[in-house]
């Protein structure tokens, strides 16, 4: 009779053993739940913004917009001031919503969604920052986004035009500019179609380029860390190029005529005898020159 009275002792010890445990898992589960959600901040709240600005833009030479976690759409306006729209609907599940904030200080506009919040995260969310460009602005343009898209389209008159992005895609469309664009992103695609300027510089860390030009008359650089490159010149234009590609192959179907030996993964070439030169670069992807 030992025996049984032995083995029943031990499961005995074994349940108390397994319920201490399990409600010191329930204590330290309540206790961080109670930490999470014990702020207004961690709330599910649905939200629905609908904030609009308008700034005169005379003497003003630059326009720096600054968003996180929303689309950005750079446009042209109708109207002779600056405007920006601040719209969407969704449910926040921390931090607050961002406030739509224009000033000016000097020749500098400045478009900022400002948040009190160190963290935001968006449930589900459809918000938009548009900013109207009137179309007599002669100056630059810079948009920063953390989080979010970029698209600049059908824009005309401007000198500069600069978009840095952490987290998402930019793409430029119909652009026509009298100085540089410059495009970098963190991850996310750079797109651009039909667009002139000066120079163009395209960097990503980890995304796809792919450039379309109408003109162009100095430098083109094209840069990427992690993704496929495609590039086409102008028609009837004059440029040197230079390509390479880490791991990957360099293709040249517009035929431009190479200069030294030809490596699958490296190109050298001139159409006609002046022009700017293009280098692309990318670390890992092909290269298409077109």
């Known amino acids: 009779m030992a025996e049984p009275c032995w083995i029943l002792k031990g499961v005995v010890g074994l349940e108390r053993?397994?319920?201490?445990?399990?409600?010191?898992?329930?204590?330290?589960?309540?206790?961080?739940?109670?930490?999470?959600?014990?702020?207004?901040?961690?709330?599910?709240?649905?939200?629905s913004v609908d904030a609009r600005e308008t700034m005169p833009i005379a003497g003003v030479q630059r326009i720096a917009v600054e968003s996180v976690s929303t689309r950005v759409e750079v446009i042209p306006g109708t109207g002779p001031d600056l405007e920006v729209h601040y719209t969407g609907e969704g449910q926040l599940m921390r931090g607050s919503l961002p406030e739509l904030r224009v000033r000016r200080r000097g020749d500098t506009v400045t478009v900022e969604l400002a948040s009190t919040s160190s963290r935001i995260s968006f449930l589900s969310a459809s918000v938009t920052l548009t900013v109207l460009v009137p179309p007599q602005y002669q100056g630059a343009v810079e948009v920063k986004s953390s989080s979010g898209s970029v698209n600049c389209r059908d824009l005309a008159g401007l000198?500069?035009?600069?978009?840095?992005?952490?987290?998402?895609?930019?793409?430029?469309?119909?652009?026509?500019?009298?100085?540089?664009?410059?495009l970098e992103s963190s991850s996310g695609a750079a797109s651009v179609a039909t667009t002139a300027a000066r120079g163009v510089n395209i960097r990503t860390a980890s995304g796809r380029i792919s450039v379309e030009l109408t003109a162009v008359s100095d430098v083109v650089d094209l840069?990427?860390?992690?993704?496929?490159?495609?590039?086409?010149?102008?028609?009837?234009?004059?440029?040197?190029?230079?390509?390479?590609?880490?791991?990957?192959?360099?293709?040249?179907?517009?035929?431009?005529?190479?200069?030294?030996?030809?490596?699958?993964?490296?190109?050298?070439?001139q159409v006609g005898s002046s022009g700017p030169h293009v280098s692309v670069r990318t670390a890992s992807g092909s290269i298409t020159l077109q």
């Open 223 to 269: 840069q990427s860390s992690s993704g496929s490159v495609r590039l086409t010149m102008p028609a009837g234009s004059e440029f040197s190029v230079q390509a390479r590609s880490a791991s990957g192959s360099v293709t040249n179907p517009r035929g431009i005529p190479s200069q030294g030996a030809t490596e699958r993964n490296s190109f050298t070439g």
């Open 17 to 47: 053993q397994a319920l201490k445990i399990l409600l010191i898992v329930m204590v330290i589960s309540f206790a961080v739940a109670a930490m999470l959600w014990d702020s207004d901040e961690n709330i599910l709240q649905s939200f």
């Open 159 to 182: 000198t500069n035009l600069t978009v840095n992005s952490v987290s998402g895609r930019s793409s430029v469309e119909n652009v026509n500019l009298s100085g540089r664009l410059q």
